[in-house]
């Protein structure tokens, strides 16, 4: 059973950094698909965060420049490092996985931590 808990979320102003971890267990990694999304009060979820299982990561065009995802060696943690944080980043942020082909089968979702950036 695959299993995803995220923390590492909190209050920052503008300006500041967060970094989120994404605790992962159940899964062969080289056979998902990971993913880092987040969703506001009223709008719609945004994936801003794409890694391929070759290590290929690809970043939504809001994040580019400003957050930086990662693994660690066992590929059992990713991480999402976050700067330059704004207001607009306020969210609750998800890591989910996906088995491949990377498209849109999400089918493990976390818990959510909360990241709100204040002016």
Not at 56 to 66: E, I, M, N, Q, T
Not at 83 to 104: F, H, Q, R, V
Request: some cysteine.
């Amino acid at each position: 059973q695959v299993q995803l808990v995220e923390s590492g979320g909190g209050s920052v102003q503008t300006g500041g950094s967060l970094r989120l971890s994404c605790a992962t267990s159940g899964y062969t990694s080289g056979r998902y698909c990971m993913g880092w999304f987040r969703q506001a009060p009223g709008k719609e979820r945004e994936r801003v965060v794409l890694i391929a299982p070759g290590g290929l990561v690809y970043y939504a065009d809001s994040v580019k420049g400003r957050f930086t995802s990662s693994q660690d060696n066992a590929k059992t943690t990713v991480y999402l490092q976050m700067n330059s944080l704004k207001p607009e980043d306020t969210a609750m942020y998800y890591c989910a996985a996906e088995p491949i082909p990377c498209g849109s089968n999400w089918s493990y979702w976390g818990q959510g931590t909360q990241v709100t950036v204040s002016p």
